[in-house]
């Protein structure tokens, strides 16, 4: 996403720092809750994974970028509230606070997404305003009582939404026709309306949704700029290598939600849907992004090197693996999956610090 231009109203590089740390303390214990759900023994509470991981990390960590760009302190509170609403859950301390926090966090974020829009109306701002809108309204859903099981559609639709609007603006360098953008606006709406249905008919709804989630990685696939930067080499091979494998994944996981017949708790595969789409897709999406987003949020630089492919391979076989246990009903590969999950989020960490310390030291003066 373009940035205004820096002015006095915006937060310092430095003061982002803090924003950031309470992301990260939210994908610790998240993933520390979901290795306990897999009986890996952790002190983390399991039954806060999804909303560690999603409302909170992801939560806080886009917030934070739309904040960036908007260039105004008030868009900053959207980071800090979901920050604070993760700290809540991760601590155990106020938890009763932890879904209105979220819930205002998305509400700042909605805001921050629609100024953008104001400035600039396009496909791709639009499509951001009803990722930052399925947010929203999984946090006030949340904040009323409902479970985290029964707003998975909405947290998922507001990650892939939030991904596919980033990637279309992208995508006009190879300046699709007006057929592939009406195309793409079909399938927003689609997965739109899929979401509104959840409400009223939750299985055919999410099953729908699901099989709109496939049309859009074929889209993606036909369109992505990646398509051709991957013949390239060093960063811009590695963004589209992730990228491209991302989009596989997003593939897989709609149709297995198709296959479910929905997400409701107890569905067969459903497990493995949820991980295809929110570790396959959309994590893959991180590894490829880091370098282009730590050096806009936190002003550093960050020197490719060819050890971010190690985490990025960890992460798709290990998923294999998991996917493959989730299907065979083996709960040992499950498990050992899930671990090798954990593991690459640890070398992502590991590399992306080794990167930013790099670009420190090469940085004159």
Do not use: C
């Amino acid at each position: 996403m373009r940035r205004e231009a820096a002015t006095t109203r915006d937060l310092p590089p430095p003061w982002r720092v803090p924003l950031l740390v309470l992301a990260f303390v939210s994908l610790a214990v998240g993933t520390a809750a979901g290795l306990a759900r897999l009986g890996w023994g952790f002190a983390a509470p399991a039954a806060a994974h999804g909303p560690l991981m999603i409302a909170a990390f992801f939560g806080t960590v886009i917030a934070l970028e739309r904040a960036v760009a908007v260039g105004a302190r008030w868009a900053y509170l959207g980071p800090l509230a979901s920050g604070l609403a993760g700290l809540a859950l991760a601590t155990g301390a106020g938890t009763g606070y932890a879904a209105p926090l979220a819930a205002a966090g998305s509400l700042v974020l909605f805001a921050a997404t629609l100024t953008i829009f104001a400035r600039q109306k396009a496909l791709f701002t639009f499509t951001l305003v009803l990722g930052a809108l399925a947010a929203l309204v999984a946090s006030l859903a949340r904040a009323g009582g409902d479970e985290a099981w029964q707003v998975t559609p909405w947290w998922i639709g507001f990650l892939v939404l939030t991904i596919a609007g980033e990637r279309l603006e992208l995508s006009r360098f190879l300046r699709p026709s007006p057929l592939a953008q009406g195309a793409f606006a079909a399938i927003v709406a689609w997965l739109a309306l899929a979401l509104v249905a959840t409400a009223f008919t939750p299985g055919p709804a999410a099953a729908s949704f699901g099989a709109g989630l496939v049309a859009l990685a074929l889209w993606l696939v036909r369109h992505d700029i990646a398509r051709r930067t991957v013949r390239e080499a060093g960063l811009t091979r590695f963004i589209a290598m992730a990228l491209l494998a991302g989009y596989v994944w997003l593939a897989l996981g709609g149709a297995a939600i198709v296959a479910a017949g929905g997400l409701a708790p107890g569905a067969p595969g459903r497990d493995a849907a949820l991980h295809m789409i929110l570790a396959g897709f959309v994590l893959s999406m991180v590894f490829g992004h880091a370098p282009i987003i730590f050096p806009a949020v936190l002003g550093v630089r960050m020197p490719y090197s060819p050890a971010a492919y190690v985490p990025l391979a960890v992460l798709h076989a290990t998923l294999a693996v998991r996917v493959a246990g989730d299907y065979a009903n083996d709960a040992g590969m499950r498990s050992a999956g899930g671990m090798g999950n954990a593991l690459a989020l640890v070398l992502f960490v590991l590399v992306t610090a080794g990167a930013v310390l790099r670009g420190a030291r090469a940085r004159p003066g």
